[in-house]
């Protein structure tokens, strides 16, 4: 199977492929420069897989543009479904899709540790594979590659409100922090490059290569995802 092949599958919003394609562009261009050699397909498979879910939380009036040319309504279904069949929370549809694909308990461990939440353990973790999924999602926002200061404003304006208890707002501090001492843990061993050379210039050049990453399975795919009730009629892709 090819990541188009899956996303065409499971109906990836096209604005949620460019993310997730970008995300393991930066993380492949960062590996490309460590002293100690790290296993580069597990990294992309991982970046590349890490968000299959995330129209579970989208507020999909938000980016309207985002949205062509199938329209609201194709997508509202679409993001229906994913509920209906993976739950509310996009974080264990994200893990009950990386199961269903087949991929390596390797890569389902990095999706898994791809989070908010899990900062501090991939901090004082020894898997620099780990490190770099997580730190190379954070370079990425909606519209663009971004340095962590950026990515950090855009957080804030995108759920500040939402999480804004004393507590949450600790949270949000902590992770800021942290992310920091992980992106020095991570220019500490590699050559060459700083964060400043990672831009949307230095990885488009990886993107479309990396919608013919063939994705390697430990066991055939099962059902996947059903057909999506929906118009224009749904992709009939097969990735079996």
């Avoid at 919003?13 to 930066?26: D, E, I």
């Avoid at 954070?138 to 995108?158: A, C, G, W, Y």
């Avoid at 831009?199 to 995802?225: F, G, Q, Y």
């Amino acid at each position: 199977m090819t990541i188009q092949q899956i996303y065409d599958h499971y109906r990836i919003l096209p604005m949620l492929q460019l993310h997730q394609l970008r995300v393991a562009g930066v993380a492949r261009f960062i590996a490309g420069y460590l002293k100690t050699p790290v296993d580069m397909q597990l990294i992309t498979e991982a970046c590349l897989l890490h968000d299959m879910g995330n129209i579970i939380k989208f507020d999909l009036l938000m980016y309207p543009d985002f949205l062509k040319p199938d329209g609201y309504e194709y997508w509202f279904q679409v993001q229906s479904y994913f509920k209906q069949r993976y739950g509310e929370n996009e974080f264990q549809a994200n893990l009950k899709i990386a199961q269903e694909i087949g991929l390596r308990p390797e890569v389902q461990e990095i999706i898994g540790s791809i989070s908010f939440t899990h900062v501090i353990q991939n901090f004082e973790s020894e898997n620099m594979a780990l490190k770099i999924s997580d730190y190379a999602d954070t370079r990425v926002s909606p519209l663009k590659v971004v340095s962590l200061e950026e990515r950090f404003v855009d957080l804030e304006t995108r759920y500040g409100k939402r999480y804004s208890s004393e507590d949450e707002q600790r949270a949000r501090k902590q992770f800021q922090d942290v992310m920091l001492q992980i992106q020095d843990q991570i220019f500490n061993q590699v050559s060459d490059i700083t964060p400043q050379l990672i831009t949307d210039e230095a990885i488009n050049p990886l993107l479309e290569s990396l919608r013919t990453t063939e994705i390697t399975t430990v066991n055939m795919p099962v059902s996947m995802v059903a057909a999506v009730p929906a118009t224009p009629p749904p992709a009939t892709t097969s990735v079996s």
